[in-house]
């Protein structure tokens, strides 16, 4: 529990740190982009954001669903990330994911998007996500994509409610999946004398 509070806390401090230098920087919310490209009114700013959020956030989890069981890439990156989620419970995968959802949008999104432009914000979310191992750079180039499609949503639209609720689900769905699926099948008993070889 300890383990996923810390994290928790960091994320908490992260989403409060980029929220202020944002507003201070910009002299503007970062939850709103200063120039998208549908010029909508707030409510349905807001509104498109958070659908399309919904949509793309629910359509990355099935995807990660169906590319685990096909693809050995997807397989490694997932045993590697497993152990991060098997020790969290479930409160602590719902507030691990709201929370590191808020920070990394609004630093990536709210803050460095509007100042960097959407493909070297993506770049440097992608870079953030390393992890150690042989799956490295398949977790770079998805959360790449991902960053990508996310800036996209907060471009568009102008507003973060679509990317934060798409980051918020992706987070939840796919720490809930890491936890409770192990792509590896059990080996089966062969019994006897071939069992004690083994």
């Not at 908490?12 to 201070?24: E, K």
């Not at 045993?79 to 808020?102: H, K, M, N, Y």
């Not at 992608?126 to 991902?146: C, D, K, P």
Request: net charge positive.
């Amino acid at each position: 529990m300890i383990r996923w509070g810390r994290f928790a806390a960091a994320y908490a401090f992260l989403g409060v740190c980029a929220a202020v230098i944002a507003v201070v920087w910009r002299s503007g919310s970062p939850f709103v982009y200063p120039s998208p490209w549908l010029q909508l009114d707030a409510p349905a700013s807001h509104s498109y954001s958070f659908a399309l959020g919904v949509v793309f956030g629910i359509l990355v989890a099935l995807g990660t669903r169906l590319l685990v069981p096909r693809f050995a890439w997807a397989r490694g990156l997932h045993q590697e990330l497993r152990p991060i989620a098997r020790g969290i419970s479930g409160t602590g995968i719902l507030v691990v994911a709201l929370l590191s959802a808020l920070a990394e949008e609004l630093l990536f999104r709210g803050l460095l998007q509007p100042w960097l432009g959407l493909i070297p914000q993506a770049l440097l979310f992608g870079v953030m996500h390393q992890v150690r191992g042989r799956s490295r750079w398949v977790w770079v180039g998805w959360a790449t994509l991902v960053g990508l499609a996310l800036g996209a949503i907060f471009e568009l639209t102008g507003s973060l409610a679509g990317p934060l609720v798409a980051h918020a689900l992706i987070n939840g769905l796919n720490l809930l999946y890491l936890k409770t699926h192990d792509p590896e099948p059990p080996r089966r008993s062969l019994g006897g004398l071939l069992d004690q070889q083994s």
